[in-house]
């Protein structure tokens, strides 16, 4: 079993992009990541919470100040399978611009 933390650092990087499109493609390398885990037999789990900005967590890991704890990402043996949630439906989220 392997926990990562997700971190992006507001100060580092190229900072001609913006801060938005940093962390979005964050997200991006951990949907592969995870991905990539289920396409080798592993489960995976992506969390996140209230821990991630708390004191004790920051210390733990060593952030500075410029850093952003996204999430964290597990990667293990799936023992047993979790039960279905129900999802939204996409429709409540879309919406179509219509050029009239």
């Not at 100060?11 to 979005?24: F, M, P, Q, S, T």
């Not at 493609?25 to 396409?39: E, I, K, R, W, Y």
């Not at 209230?50 to 293990?76: D, H, M, N, P, Y």
């Amino acid at each position: 079993h392997a926990k990562l933390l997700l971190v992006v650092d507001q100060a580092k990087g190229d900072l001609e992009v913006g801060l938005h499109e940093r962390i979005i493609s964050a997200g991006c390398a951990v949907q592969n990541m995870l991905l990539m885990a289920t396409a080798m037999g592993f489960g995976s789990a992506l969390t996140s919470g209230k821990a991630l900005t708390s004191t004790s967590c920051r210390q733990l890991f060593g952030l500075t100040a410029s850093e952003l704890a996204l999430c964290f990402i597990s990667v293990g043996t799936a023992t047993a399978s979790q039960p279905s949630r129900i999802r939204p439906e996409p429709a409540d989220y879309v919406s179509v611009l219509v050029d009239q």
